[in-house]
């Protein structure tokens, strides 16, 4: 058999990615195109958000992770950045109801305390409500950034190495996941960037260690059930390797009573 088993297409009903990590990207030029103000994108991008959440659910996605608003973003003008933060008080507080009784679980993720007391109690308000709901967990990073993270992460450990919890001896690397956002998460399958730009942004650099990188040309406003469709199908046909030959994945993947022959 050939060694180059780079290009097996996979039964796409089957791959599904247990989780998704997306860079809303793009909304700034979707409005600029319009000749509208920036904030229409970000509104625009709303819509586009709603639909990933409901193909996830739809798909039975276990969890979905979304960069709302890095911690670099601060640095956008200031009428920018409070608009968007307004937008996120009355995003969270009209879907939060609903996102509810779709039993869908919200998470934050990042630096919360930055944000002003109403986003705050907002954001405490709509993780209370959902914790119990067993559907798509939804992940919204907000001021979080990859670099805090992991930053994050070790100050937690140096404490507890400093109380005696845990020695340096025993630091290994699920050990250091555990500190790290999301850690009660399998780690990113499949990461989607539209927008066009190719790079991560200081988005979950840690978790993203062995993810498939899908980068798509469409703006974020733009983004539609089929844009969702292509990315699953692409997700599907890669092979995931880990560090493997393509043939031991290959051997790995066929019947028991087929490898014995
Ligand atoms: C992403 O869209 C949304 C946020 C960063 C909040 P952008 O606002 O970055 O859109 P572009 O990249 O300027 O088009
Ligand atoms: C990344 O997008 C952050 C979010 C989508 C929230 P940016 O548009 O801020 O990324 P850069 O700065 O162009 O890399
Ligand atoms: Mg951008």
């Keep these: 058999m050939s060694d180059d088993l780079t290009n097996i297409e996979q039964d796409s009903a ?58 670099e973003n601060w640095n956008r003008p200031e009428a920018e950045v409070s608009s968007l933060m307004a937008l ?7 879907e939060v109801k609903k996102l509810h009784k779709k039993n869908v679980c919200v998470k934050f993720i990042g630096d919360r305390s930055r944000f002003s007391d109403k986003l705050q109690s907002s954001i405490n308000e709509s993780e209370q409500l ?28 140096i404490n507890k190495v400093k109380n005696n919890e845990v020695s340096i001896q025993e630091l290994d690397e699920d050990l250091f996941d555990s500190f790290v956002s999301l850690n009660d998460h399998a780690p990113p399958d499949l990461f989607i960037r539209t927008g066009g730009e190719r790079r991560i942004s200081n988005f979950l650099i840690w978790q993203l ?53």
């Excluded at 195109?33 to 996605?61: D, M, Q, S, W, Y």
Aim: hydrophobic residues 40%; aromatic residues 10%; charged residues 20%.
């Design 209 to 261: 260690a062995y993810t498939e990188l899908y980068f798509v040309d469409t703006l974020w406003p733009d983004f539609s059930d089929e844009h969702f469709e292509s990315a699953l199908s692409w997700f599907a046909g890669r092979q995931r390797r880990f560090g493997k030959t393509g043939q031991q994945i290959m051997n790995e993947q066929l019947p028991e009573k087929l490898k014995s022959i």
């Design 130 to 157: 959902t914790e119990g709901n067993t559907g798509l967990h939804l992940n919204i990073a907000a001021n979080y950034g990859g670099r805090w993270d992991i930053v994050n992460a070790c100050k937690s450990l």
């Design 88 to 94: 996120f008080v009355s995003t969270i507080s009209a």
């Design 14 to 71: 089957q791959v599904l990615p247990r989780h998704i990590a997306v860079v809303m990207d793009g909304n700034g030029r979707w409005a600029n195109k319009r000749h509208l103000p920036r904030i229409a994108g970000h509104k625009a991008g709303v819509t586009a958000t709603r639909k990933i959440v409901e193909n996830c659910a739809k798909n039975k996605i276990e969890s979905l992770t979304i960069f709302a608003f890095s911690s």
